[in-house]
């Protein structure tokens, strides 16, 4: 129960990013067509068209026993274009999200949720379609519309479940996508979009035909959405259960399989602040699997298990660190590349879970692991500002509210209306830092964030993070410029290959690490 109420509270926080996610779908993909919206209504009547040329005339597949053929095929069009979208776009839809995901902690079923609910909307757009030949056709309405509801949704949780599965699968093997895409082919002719599955009196391999097509859950969908929309027969107890069915069994695959192959980060909980660690880092390793050969395919992967080819080097980037950070300390972190610096910041802000030991953070976390984390390059400035505040997790009335003072802090005021792709990294950075630091979280983390933009910026930078560490806010620092990290930080941690080699205060470990540096060069 405590798992769900958390996985509740996960979406709940994140459901501006959902909404901004859909919303950036929609404009990028309307934005530079002449029609746009039109366009959704336009399509499915126009493959409708092409359809009925087909499968009616040149194939005379529509049979006798079809009333009102146009719309009984539209029905299955738009049902089945829908579960193709939600699941296709799905499939890909982590891979896409992965320079975000390693830069911020964002639940990752967000975005196959996302790539769902942007296709359901595409598919209501649709309707219009359907509803146009429906006048044309004369088709009547009937009471049991008020039931086309039930097939519409448990698809939808049915798509979920399917695209849940999916885009865990294509994390690991690629082409996967290429397989769908004969899969869903296949699917096509077996769900009765363009024939009446009565009339299929034949046998494939001793099986009948029909029986063979009721085991495809996409029939369910559409016979149920034909019916009650169509013929008016209100749905029985069977169309009932088998559509619930395989909504709650696909989401209930889709969720286990997700949450055990792309495995969830650390659950932070917000607390009232004490004098107890704000951090505590306990005994914390974080192994990486390094292949000697890239198996994405599934075939590669198959054939190496057989050959017995699947061989793997550990690599720990973090072994046995213990750190506690109190509130209101400014904390850096220093070390050479590939020390573990930037890896046990993705730890604490709950990008990596720990392969040993556990990461306790009391209190909200704004992370600058990279500035502009989130931004769409063809979206402009302003449409950025808000879909970057909702990845870090403010809502839209909250950033109505900041909006000038996030473009005052950028200095960006004539250049709102501008895409990304036009800035200079300069200027994407200086609006990156000026809604991250907008809100005054409990603990702020930068990696290198410092290091970017003009002299002028730098020093603003500065500023704006002492302001934090005024009111409060424990900060994270990881710097190449031991000056910077003496002049700012209170505590200072060495990490070396992986390892705490020293902790405490920041003249002493600096001092340490400058010799040690001076001793190798």
Same mark, same amino acid.
């Given at each position: ?110 975005? +196959? *949720?996302?790539?769902?609910? #942007? /296709?359901?909307?595409? &598919? ?5 379609? %359907?509803?146009? @030949?429906? $006048? ?97 027969? +209100? *749905?029985?107890?069977?169309? #009932? /259960?088998?559509?619930? &069915? ?5 989401? %209930?695959?889709? @969720?286990? $399989? ?264």
């Amino acid at each position: 129960m405590a798992k769900i109420k958390g996985m509740f509270n996960g979406f709940w926080r994140y459901r501006y990013l959902l909404w901004n996610l859909v919303s950036r779908d929609f404009k990028l993909k309307y934005r530079r067509s002449v029609l746009g919206v039109v366009w959704s209504v336009l399509n499915p009547l126009l493959m409708c068209l092409v359809y009925w040329a087909v499968f009616s005339s040149l194939m005379d597949m529509r049979g006798s026993g079809i009333d009102n053929f146009p719309v009984f095929l539209m029905c299955g069009q738009l049902l089945f274009n829908f579960f193709n979208e939600a699941t296709s776009s799905s499939m890909s839809s982590v891979l896409s999200a992965a320079p975000l995901l390693k830069k911020v902690y964002i639940p990752k079923y967000i975005f +196959p *949720l996302e790539k769902c609910c #942007f /296709a359901m909307v595409n &598919c209501v757009f649709s309707f219009v379609a %359907l509803a146009l @030949v429906m $006048v044309f056709t004369g088709s009547p309405l009937h009471w049991t519309i008020l039931e086309v509801l039930y097939p519409l949704v448990t698809l939808f949780f049915f798509s979920l479940g399917v695209g849940l599965f999916l885009a865990a699968a294509t994390v690991f093997f690629r082409d996967i996508m290429h397989i769908w895409s004969v899969f869903i082919t296949a699917l096509l002719y077996f769900s009765a979009i363009f024939y009446d599955p009565t009339q299929m009196t034949f046998s494939i391999g001793g099986f009948n035909m029909q029986q063979i097509i009721k085991l495809n859950p996409m029939y369910w969908y559409i016979t149920g959405f034909r019916r009650t929309l169509m013929w008016g027969i +209100p *749905l029985d107890f069977n169309m #009932f /259960a088998v559509c619930g &069915c395989c909504a709650v069994l696909s989401m %209930l695959v889709g @969720v286990w $399989v997700f949450r055990h192959r792309t495995a969830s980060c650390c659950i932070y909980k917000k607390e009232e602040r004490t004098m107890e660690p704000i951090i505590k880092v306990d005994n914390v390793s974080m192994c990486f699997n390094l292949s000697t050969e890239k198996h994405e395919s599934l075939k590669e992967y198959l054939l190496a298990m057989v050959q017995g080819r699947l061989q793997y080097d550990e690599f720990y980037a973090l072994k046995d660190v213990s750190l506690d950070i109190m509130p209101g300390d400014f904390y850096g972190l220093v070390g050479l590349n590939g020390s573990g610096k930037s890896t046990l910041l993705k730890t604490i802000a709950g990008v990596y879970k720990p392969s040993k030991g556990k990461v306790t953070v009391r209190g909200s976390i704004a992370p600058l692991i990279e500035l502009g984390a989130g931004f769409d390059m063809d979206l402009t400035a302003r449409e950025n500002i808000y879909l970057n505040g909702t990845v870090l997790g403010f809502s839209p009335k909250y950033l109505d509210e900041k909006f000038d003072e996030i473009v005052e802090f950028s200095e960006l005021q004539n250049f709102l209306d501008v895409p990304l792709k036009n800035y200079s990294s300069g200027m994407v950075a200086r609006i990156g830092f000026a809604i991250a630091t907008i809100t005054k979280p409990d603990i702020l983390i930068a990696d290198e964030v410092l290091s970017v933009g003009d002299f002028l910026f730098q020093q603003k930078c500065e500023k704006r993070m002492k302001e934090l560490m005024a009111g409060g806010t424990t900060v994270i620092l990881v710097s190449h410029s031991i000056e910077q990290i003496e002049r700012m930080c209170s505590k200072v941690a060495w990490l070396s290959h992986g390892h705490l080699k020293m902790n405490g205060d920041t003249a002493t470990v600096c001092a340490a690490y400058k010799a040690t540096q001076r001793g190798e060069a």
